[in-house]
C-alpha cells in the first residue's frame, strides 16, 4: 500500500477559511456503497469532522493520541470500560505475579502493516515509550521494564509498586505499533497500528483518510473507511451535520445545539470538570482566606444553566457524575478558612477560547466575583499562548476543563499530577503537606474500592484548601446523522468510531 502525504503552507490557514464558511458544502466526497477492493462485504465511508487538528503530526506519545484512539486507529493493551476498569485489548487476559510484576497474554492479532503482533514487537513498543521525550502523561513518575515472554506472553516490571497497571497500559499515549513505525523522529502510526482502520493519506492540519484494515482481529469494520476534516470553528461543524455534509461531528458547542434537529444529538457524561483553579503560592489567593470568599462567590448552578444550557451538572467535586462510583463515597471538606472582604482586591482571570463555552464560563465567574467585591480583569488567548504562563503562576486565577481519568482512567492519577508539590499540570500552585500526604496514600492504596475510598478521601483535602473550585461536570453533545448507527461517546473521550460505525 502506498501512503501519499500532501503538505499544505498552513493548516491553520486552511482552518482559518473553514470556519469563515457557514457549511462545509462539497468539502467531503461521498464514497458510499460501494465494495471493497478484495471483494468483501459493501460499506460505506463515514464523514466525519473533529475539533482540534493533529499538532504534533500524530505522534502517539502526545496530544494526538486520543485523536488516532478516537478514529480507531490505534489500540493499547487493555480498554476500560464503563465503570473506569480495565478490560482485554491486544491482551486477552493479565495476571499479577508480585507486587511489581504482571504477566500479559496477547491475542492472534496483526498489525496495519501485515506483520503479527508478537511479545517481542509489544515489549519494544513500550521500552520505547518509556524513552520519549517528554513521556507519556500515563508513564509520569512510573518506571516500567517490559520483555517477551514465551511465544505469546509479556511481562512487566515496575520499578515500585503500580496496582493500577492494567489500567495505565489503556492509556492512548501507550497504544502498540509494529517495529516498522519507529525509525528517526517520532513513531509513525500510518499503517503500523492494530486499530479496525489505518490511515492511508494525511493532508497536513486539514484533513485524513482512513480506511478499513480487513484483518483486524475484531472483525472487519462496518464502514469502509473514514474522510476525516479537522474544523475548529464549532459553528462550521453545526452547520456540516444539518446541511449533511459530514455524518458524524464531535463536540458541538452549546450554543450550536438548539439549531439542530434533535434527532441529529447525541449527548454523554464525561470525566471532564470545568474549574476554577486559585493560585496559592503568590498574589492575593495565597491568602486562603480570599480564596474561600471566591469559592462563596461562585454560583456553578447559574453557570450551568446560562452557559451550559443544560449540557453540565453542577461542580460537586474532582470527580463527577460520570465516575460512577465517586457521589456515593464523596468525603466532606474539613478545615476551609473563613471568608474574608474582598475590598477591592484586584485578580486576573485567564481562559483559552480553543473550547468556545470556556470564554462564557469565565466572563459569568468574572460578574460572579465582582459581586461580591473582587476587581477582575479577564485575558482569553489560545491554549498554546496561555499554557506556559499558568503554569509560571502569572495568573491569580484560571479556568480550565480537564478530563480527571483521560491518561489512566486511575482517579490518583490528577490529583497526583494537579495538586501535589511535584505536579506537573499544578496550575493552583498547592504545596500542601496534607494534601500530598492523602495523595501518597491514595497511590500506594491497592485493591479498587480501598483506592477509590482513599482518593476521595485526598479529593476532600484539596476542596478543603479551596485552591480549586469546581464549576461544572460536562456532557459530550456530538452530531450524528440519522442514517449512522454505532457512535462510541464514551466518558473518557477516547473513542468515536469502531469497527461497529456504520452509515
Known amino acids: 500500500m ?5 503538505s499544505i503552507e498552513s493548516p491553520f490557514r486552511f482552518l482559518a477559511a473553514l470556519a469563515l464558511l ?9 464514497s458510499g456503497g460501494e465494495s471493497s477492493s478484495d471483494g468483501g462485504q459493501p460499506g460505506s465511508r463515514l464523514r466525519v469532522a473533529l475539533a482540534f487538528p493533529p499538532a504534533e503530526n500524530f505522534s502517539p506519545y502526545g496530544a494526538d493520541a486520543t485523536l488516532l484512539s478516537r478514529l480507531g486507529v490505534t489500540e493499547g493493551l487493555t480498554a476500560l470500560d464503563a465503570n473506569g476498569g480495565a478490560t482485554p485489548a491486544l491482551a486477552q487476559s493479565w495476571r499479577r505475579e508480585d507486587d511489581r510484576t504482571w504477566q500479559f497474554t496477547l491475542r492472534d492479532a496483526a498489525f496495519q502493516d501485515g506483520t503479527d503482533v508478537t511479545p517481542k514487537a509489544v515489549a519494544d513498543a513500550l521500552t520505547r515509550a518509556t524513552q520519549a521525550k517528554p513521556a507519556p502523561a ?3 513518575g512510573v518506571t516500567l521494564d517490559a520483555e517477551a515472554d514465551g511465544s505469546r506472553r509479556i511481562r512487566i516490571t515496575t520499578a515500585t509498586a503500580d496496582p493500577v497497571l492494567p489500567m495505565r497500559l489503556s492509556s492512548p499515549g501507550l497504544a502498540i505499533l509494529s517495529p516498522k513505525a519507529y525509525g528517526k523522529g517520532n513513531p ?9 482502520f489505518e490511515i492511508t493519506e494525511v ?3 486539514g484533513s485524513a483518510t482512513l480506511d478499513r484494515f480487513d484483518d483486524y482481529w475484531g472483525g472487519r469494520a462496518q464502514a469502509s473507511g473514514i474522510d476525516a476534516r479537522f474544523v475548529k470553528d464549532g459553528t462550521a461543524r453545526a452547520n456540516a451535520v444539518r446541511t449533511g455534509d459530514v455524518d458524524i461531528a464531535e463536540a458541538i458547542p452549546v450554543a450550536q445545539a438548539a439549531t439542530l434537529d434533535k434527532a441529529t444529538l447525541k449527548e454523554a457524561g464525561t470525566t471532564r ?10 498574589g492575593p489567593f495565597k491568602d486562603p482566606k480570599l480564596r474561600a470568599a471566591a469559592r462563596e462567590a461562585v454560583d456553578s448552578s447559574a453557570i450551568v444553566k446560562g452557559v451550559f444550557e443544560g449540557y453540565a451538572d453542577p461542580g460537586a467535586g474532582i470527580y463527577g457524575p460520570a465516575v460512577t462510583w465517586a457521589e456515593s463515597k464523596r468525603v466532606k471538606p474539613a478545615g476551609r478558612a473563613d471568608a474574608a472582604r474582598p475590598d477591592g482586591t484586584r485578580i486576573t482571570l485567564a481562559t483559552y477560547d480553543n473550547r468556545p463555552e470556556l470564554p462564557e464560563v469565565a466572563q459569568v465567574v468574572q460578574q460572579q466575583l465582582q459581586k461580591a467585591g473582587f476587581q477582575v480583569k479577564l485575558e482569553v488567548r489560545e491554549y498554546s499562548r496561555l499554557e506556559s504562563d499558568a503554569l509560571a503562576g502569572k495568573f491569580d486565577a484560571f479556568i480550565g476543563a480537564r478530563n480527571s481519568l483521560l491518561d489512566t482512567g486511575d482517579p490518583v492519577g490528577i490529583l497526583a ?4 508539590c511535584d505536579g506537573g499540570y499544578n496550575l493552583a500552585l498547592l504545596c500542601d503537606k496534607n494534601v500530598d500526604r492523602a495523595v501518597k496514600k491514595a497511590d500506594g492504596t491497592d485493591g ?3 483506592r477509590q475510598d482513599a482518593a476521595m478521601a485526598a479529593e476532600a483535602e484539596i476542596l478543603g484548601t479551596d485552591a480549586v473550585v469546581p464549576l461544572a461536570h460536562q456532557q459530550i453533545i456530538a452530531g450524528v446523522s440519522t442514517e449512522v448507527r454505532g457512535v462510541i461517546l464514551d466518558p473518557y473521550e477516547r473513542t468515536l468510531v469502531g469497527a461497529g460505525t456504520r452509515r
Open 2 to 6: 502506498q501512503v501519499r502525504v500532501t
Open 22 to 30: 457557514p457549511g462545509l458544502a462539497g468539502c467531503f466526497a461521498s
Open 138 to 140: 500515563a508513564l509520569a
Open 188 to 196: 509513525d502510526p500510518v499503517g503500523t497500528a492494530t486499530g479496525p
Open 203 to 205: 493532508n497536513g492540519g
Open 273 to 282: 470538570t470545568t474549574s476554577l483553579q486559585l493560585n496559592t503560592e503568590s
Open 417 to 420: 499530577g494537579d495538586y501535589s
Open 448 to 450: 479498587t474500592g480501598e
